[in-house]
């Protein structure tokens, strides 16, 4: 079976601090890889997706940058953290099953202070 | 812009009643439809998806979509307090890996 783990659990971060959160999969081979942040009071909105590895989709224009370096690891990155990029970060994948429903990890807390 | 909206609640249901959920979206060119389940705290949880019009069940959920109104709906039979919840409504395009645009939750509560 496919598990999804992110890392770190929470995170309190100062402003203009750099960031990094990871996340691997396991159990599937070509996963597709996407990024989302739930803000207090907000939807999840989707951040990043990739199909393949070194392969990046950007959907909202931001400090944050993604990075695959391997096929199951997915990477969000800040240089420098702002007070807007609070929230939950959460990490899902799916594979080509007809709809490709996607499945997400446990999230990440991040506060910027 | 695509568009989800859910009514935020709290939809408040006695327990053994049946649980009814709502979204409508914008883009008539939606073609998959997921419904997540959120703890307080947790991440969401995939209990339902749905790609063609009518009803599809499972256990005590049935998930409802109407393509032609742009509506779909989640039915939570025998509500348990377990039930209780912050339950997104997603939509895809459907035949690719794009990411979901999610509506902002019904906070669902089901009172013992």
């Known amino acids: 079976s496919q598990t999804i783990h992110q890392w770190p659990a929470t995170l309190v971060q100062p402003v203009g601090s750099p960031l990094s959160l990871e996340c691997t999969v396991e159990?599937?081979?070509?996963?597709?890889l996407y990024w989302y942040r739930q803000a207090a009071g907000r939807g999840l909105q989707l951040l990043f997706y990739?199909?393949?590895?070194?392969?990046i989709s950007s959907e909202v224009p931001q400090n944050l940058s993604a990075s695959r370096p391997q096929d199951r690891q997915f990477i969000l990155s800040s240089k420098k953290l702002l007070l807007s990029d609070s929230g939950f970060y959460l990490c899902?994948?799916?594979?080509?099953?007809?709809?490709?429903?996607?499945?997400f990890g446990p999230g990440t807390r991040l506060t910027v202070t | 812009q695509k568009e989800v909206e859910q009514n935020s609640g709290p939809l408040s249901v006695p327990e053994g009643a049946i649980a009814s959920l709502n979204c409508t979206y914008s883009?008539?060119?939606?073609?998959?439809f997921f419904w997540y389940r959120q703890y307080s705290g947790k991440s969401p949880e995939l209990i339902m998806f749905?790609?063609?019009?009518g009803d599809k069940e499972d256990g005590r959920f049935t998930a409802q979509l109407n393509k032609a109104s742009q509506y779909v709906s989640l039915l939570i039979r025998d509500s348990q307090p377990s039930d209780s919840a912050t339950y997104l409504c997603?939509?895809?395009?459907?035949?690719?890996?794009?990411?979901?645009?999610f509506g902002k939750g019904t906070h669902l509560i089901i009172q013992p």
């Open positions: 990739s199909v393949g590895i070194g392969q």
């Open positions: 899902a994948w799916s594979v080509d099953r007809g709809l490709y429903e996607q499945y």
């Open positions: 997603a939509l895809g395009e459907g035949g690719g890996a794009d990411g979901l645009t």
């Open positions: 749905i790609y063609s019009n």
């Open positions: 883009d008539r060119g939606s073609q998959s």
């Open positions: 159990g599937t081979s070509n996963p597709n």
